[in-house]
Every structure is written in C-alpha cells, then in structure tokens.
C-alpha cells in the first residue's frame, strides 16, 4: 500500500486519531517520498537523503497513537522504537544499532511468511504425494515390520486393479477424510539444541551472532521414527515441504533490499535521550546514545546475521513531549539530522468530545462492545459526552495535562459500577446522561486533591 496518496495517507490517518493535521501531512508526504524516490532513476536515487521527522508535543496528544497507524498503512518495514530503552555502548542495556537489527528480522519473518503462504498450495500437492508414497509404499525390499505394517494399512484390493488406480483411490480416501484415524510411520526431525542460558547478548548482538543458529548446526539432527496420524502427519509433512520451497537466501536479499530502500524507524520518547545537563551522572549516557544513534541516521553499515545493512536512506520519525527540554538540547550533529520539526497541539473539550465518538476504535464504541458480551446495552447520550469532555479539560487544567489520556481514567471511574454489576443487572438497557455523569464525577473533581490520586 505504499503508493498510497498523501492524501489517502492522511484520511486512513483521520479515521483514528482527531486533529494533529500539520503532523499527520508531514508523516504523509515523508511516506509519499519514499515511494517517489523508488521511482527516481537509479544514479540519482542514491543521492536523495529521507527528510527525518521529530513529532513534538505534550503528553498524550497523539504521537505515539501515528506511528502505530502508519505501521498498518505501510508496507515498508517499521519498527517502533523507544529511545528511552537504548543506552551508550559499554553500559549495559541494548546498543542503538539493535534496532536496525530488530527491523530487518521482522522483514525477514514477514516476507517468509508471505513467501510461505504463496507456496502453501504446492507444498500440499508434494506432502499429498509422500503421504500417497507412505501409506503403499512402492513395491520394494522391505524389512518384515514394515512389510507387516505396509500390509496392515492397505486397503483389500482386488489383485487385477493396478497400483495406480489404487492410489488414486486412497487418494480420494486421504482428501475426503476417510484415513483420518490412521497411523503412518513418519520419519521427523528432532533437533535437539541443548538450553543453554546465554546471560548477556549484547556483545554478541554486536557482531550479529545467534547461538541458537551457530550451534544448532554443531548437534546431529535427529531423526526419529514416530508413529502419527494421518492428519497430523499431512500437517507436518506440508511444513517440511513448505520449508523446502521457500528459498531463504532470497527472502534475506529481499529484506536487507526492503530494509535499505524504504525501512521506516519511529523512535519514540526521543527527549527521554537528553540529558538536562549533559555533565553527571546518567546523563553521560544518554549523551552516548545520542552520539551513538548519529551514524546510523546519518547513514552507515550494520552488520547484522544476515548480512551488512546500510541505512543511508532509512527514515527515521523521531517524537518526543519535550516539555524539559527542547529540540536544541540535544546536541547538535543530531539536531541537524531531523530538518522536520512538527508540533502537534494541546487537546481541549472540543477534540475529546470527538475522540470520545469518532475514532475506529472510540472509547465509548469500546465500552459499549464490552458490555454488549454480558448483554447489556448502555447508550450514552450526547451531552453526557459533552460533560465527561468538559471534565477532562478541567482535571487536566488543575492537575497535570495529561492529554487524551484524561479520558481513559474519567471513563473508568465513571463506568466502574456499571462494569461490575454489568453479568447481574436487571435492566439491560443502561442510558448515560448528564446527571449519571455529574453525581458519578463531581465529588472527585472538586477535590483536587482527591483528583490528583483518582483521575
Ligand atoms: N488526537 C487524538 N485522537 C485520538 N486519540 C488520541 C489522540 N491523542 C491521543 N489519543 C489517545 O490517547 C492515548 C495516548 O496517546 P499517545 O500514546 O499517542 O500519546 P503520546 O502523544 O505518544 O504521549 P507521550 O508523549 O506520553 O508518549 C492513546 O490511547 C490515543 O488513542
Ligand atoms: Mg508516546
């Protein structure tokens, strides 16, 4: 879907989160713009450097809420990261070029998959046949227990009608079902890779090393003869076969491609990496993460198990709240890296009455469906939004703006009773209105300092 118009960008975008439309268009036409860049001819192509993005604003406004619509709308490889985990290399935690790392393994698993799923259909005509070649097995030398076992499960045919005809018969057999309580003898692989804890892997991480793969080639495969049912046995024969067909070194060229081309990185919290002073204590770290995430959004090669990745024109997203320090503080090689800046704005009464209603996957859409399982229906009515809005603006103006946050501990507390009650309630029908709202909020809202706890 990545040639969807920014336009559409943003309409996907609006149907779940309210407002915020500087940042919405500017996550658009970066999306926009790396398509347009797969379309540039080749030699200029490499010198188009991604625009980086930091998304700034107040807590609970939205930002983390885009990134994780724009991983849907996106067929690029995204990962969402939050800055916050990384720190500098030689403290411990994870080193900054993971993240790369974690990107191109989840392309790899995704374009397995898919790949996997495409070759389903010829992978069960192959298991088909293994089945067919296991329940009448070709007329050979055979050892005097297979034979028996052989001769157990086939079916009394008549001795004029040739092999052939047979195994079309047990064919249709297999396919309507009818040899579903059958065993069949199937050799399975049993790779046994000793547990062995490794304590730290960042070290290793670093070189893009994998125990699990570098030694699970040491240990002999076992191979083990077990008896299955058909049906499990069509099961596991399919996956060996889809297995076989799946050309990996493909799939891993495809990502490390996928990756470098169009790779998207959503680093998240990115003020969490900012220290106030950049003198003492931890803050020598965070420093360090800055310093350490400069090369790889300025573009350089990670070495990872599958091979160097370059992320010249790997976008990064960043976005943070920002509200101790600002984007200046953080120092200024990095400053550069994101020319883009966008803040995204304070929500008030106006914005939580349409979040409350509008979104996908409204709160209040949400309580009803939770509710509608124990059979209950509560409706709420119009300006019973309006007052729950209104109260969230004002906690949020007394105590701590937390943003659209606000809602979720207003709504909880207001539908706490109706929540428990809900499996034994004789009226099923339950209307919201504004009275319900006050007498359930008031109390809490004009004690501040019961709010503070409470909401
Ligand atoms: N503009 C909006 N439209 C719809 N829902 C919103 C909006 N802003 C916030 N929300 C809701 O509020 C919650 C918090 O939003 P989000 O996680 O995006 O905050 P944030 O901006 O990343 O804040 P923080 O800086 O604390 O990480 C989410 O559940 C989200 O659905
Ligand atoms: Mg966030």
Redesign the pocket.
Do not use: M, N
């Given at each position: 879907m990545d040639q969807l118009k920014p336009k559409e960008i943003v309409d996907e975008l609006d149907k779940?989160?309210?407002?915020?439309n500087n940042a919405k268009r500017f996550v658009a036409i970066a999306l926009r713009n790396r398509w347009r860049r797969q379309q540039v001819d080749e030699e200029f192509r490499d010198e188009i450097a991604p625009k980086n993005i930091i998304l700034i604003?107040?807590?609970?406004?939205?930002?983390?809420?885009?990134a994780r619509r724009l991983s849907k709308l996106t067929d690029s490889p995204f990962n969402k990261v939050e800055a916050s985990k990384f720190t500098e290399v030689g403290y411990v935690g994870r080193d900054v070029e993971s993240m790369i790392r974690d990107l191109l393994e989840l392309t790899v698993t995704t374009l397995k998959s898919r790949e996997q799923t495409r070759v389903q259909a010829k992978a069960g005509q192959i298991a088909e046949e293994r089945m067919l070649d296991l329940l009448l097995p070709k007329p050979q030398p055979v050892t005097k227990t297979e034979a028996a076992s052989a001769e157990a499960l086939q079916p009394a045919a008549p001795p004029t009608e040739t092999a052939a005809s047979t195994r079309e018969k047990l064919r249709t057999m297999l396919r309507t079902g009818k040899l579903d309580s059958r065993y069949v003898d199937l050799d399975t692989q049993d790779r046994n890779v000793p547990v062995v804890e490794i304590f730290s892997n960042v070290g290793m991480e670093e070189m893009g090393i994998n125990f699990k793969d570098m030694f699970g080639g040491l240990f002999p495969k076992n191979v083990k003869r077990r008896k299955v049912k058909v049906p499990e046995a069509m099961e596991i024969l399919t996956q060996e076969e889809t297995q076989n067909l799946v050309d990996l070194d493909k799939v891993v060229k495809q990502a490390v491609q996928k990756v470098e081309q169009s790779g998207i990185i959503f680093l998240?919290?990115i003020d969490k990496i900012v220290g106030s002073d950049g003198k003492h204590g931890p803050d020598v770290s965070r420093e360090g993460v800055q310093r350490d995430l400069l090369p790889i959004v300025e573009g350089s090669t990670i070495t990872t198990k599958y091979g160097p990745v370059k992320t010249d024109h790997i976008l990064f997203v960043a976005?943070?709240?920002f509200h101790v320090c600002k984007p200046s503080d953080l120092i200024p090689e990095l400053q550069g890296r994101f020319p883009l800046r966008v803040e995204?704005g304070a929500?008030g009464k106006e914005?939580f009455i349409r979040?409350l209603t509008e979104?996908k996957n409204a709160l209040l859409l949400q309580y009803i469906a939770l509710l509608r399982t124990e059979g209950v229906e509560v409706e709420f009515e119009e300006d019973a939004v309006v007052e729950i809005a209104a109260l969230a603006e004002q906690v949020n103006n007394t105590t701590d703006n937390i943003?659209?946050?606000r809602?979720?501990t207003l709504m909880e507390r207001l539908m706490e009773d109706i929540l428990f009650d809900a499996p034994d309630v004789d009226h099923k029908k339950i209307i919201i209105d504004k009275a319900f709202v006050c007498r359930k909020l008031a109390d809490i809202i004009e004690d501040q300092d019961l709010s503070r706890y409470i909401l």
């Open positions: 779940y989160i309210i407002g915020q604003g107040p807590t609970g406004v939205g930002k983390t809420e885009i998240d919290e976005s943070g709240a995204l929500l914005e979040i979104p943003g659209a946050r809602l979720h």
